[in-house]
């Protein structure tokens, strides 16, 4: 049977995917790509050491913002799924941190909990169609927070 949504269900969605999107672009597009414009072996390597070590910091301060404080590996597990499915986003520190204070950032807003979002982007995803990582967890907070399972 499908699902018929009255006019005002739909004004309703869609100003709480509007809202809801506003957090995670603000997130995505005000963390800049670092400028390297070093030329030194020791510049290079000390920054890679430092990109790992942030990495590592990046979910482990998912781990303690997160609802519930889900094991590192399981974020990881369900943050690089979502990085396949939504863009080909690379699994770097960077796009972990980003994708982290994004979706702390619509749980904030929505109340829906982060693994609670990601999980729902994996099982809503429709192959074909092009989603961002951002559009995709906005989208899916809304869904949750309207109801969908």
Do not use: W
């Amino acid at each position: 049977m499908p699902i018929v949504l009255s006019s005002a269900d739909l004004n309703f969605r869609a100003r709480a995917f509007a809202t809801a999107l506003v957090p995670v672009f603000l997130c995505f597009a005000g963390c800049g790509s670092p400028n390297n414009n070093s030329g030194t072996s020791q510049q290079a390597a000390v920054a890679q050491r430092a990109e790992a070590q942030t990495e590592r910091d990046n979910l482990q301060l998912a781990h303690r913002a997160f609802v519930g404080e889900p094991p590192v590996g399981e974020i990881k597990r369900q943050m690089d799924r979502n990085f396949a499915l939504y863009g080909g986003l690379p699994a770097t520190n960077e796009i972990y941190g980003r994708a982290g204070s994004a979706l702390v950032a619509l749980r904030k807003q929505t109340g829906v909990p982060e693994m609670r979002i990601l999980d729902h982007m994996a099982r809503s995803h429709v192959p074909g169609v092009k989603l961002t990582f951002p559009d995709a967890a906005g989208l899916s907070a809304s869904f949750l927070q309207a109801g969908d399972k």
